[in-house]
């Protein structure tokens, strides 16, 4: 999926997606371990928003990281234009 040359979008996107998944890692545990005053349920609703914008973050990270690949032939399409 990833084949190519990878450019800065990729890297970026790489960076976003890893960011991503371990803010989703630490409230699912959060929430998996929690024995404080809330109950589980009360945690999963004050914790939505960001279990959301993690998948949100997560889908951005991996198209950026798709369309952050040159393929081979439009590697060589570039390099025959500049010279």
Aim: hydrophobic content about 55%; aromatic content about 12%.
């Amino acid at each position: 999926m990833f084949e190519g040359d990878k450019t800065l979008v990729f890297w970026i996107g790489l960076i976003i997606l890893g960011l991503a998944s371990v803010i989703l890692f630490g409230i699912f545990w959060m929430i998996a371990v929690w024995n404080g005053h809330l109950d589980r349920f009360e945690m999963v609703k004050q914790a939505v928003p960001i279990i959301v914008g993690g998948i949100v973050f997560i889908l951005i990270g991996l198209y950026m990281m798709k369309s952050g690949t040159k393929k081979r032939k439009e590697r060589e399409i570039q390099l025959l234009k500049e010279q």
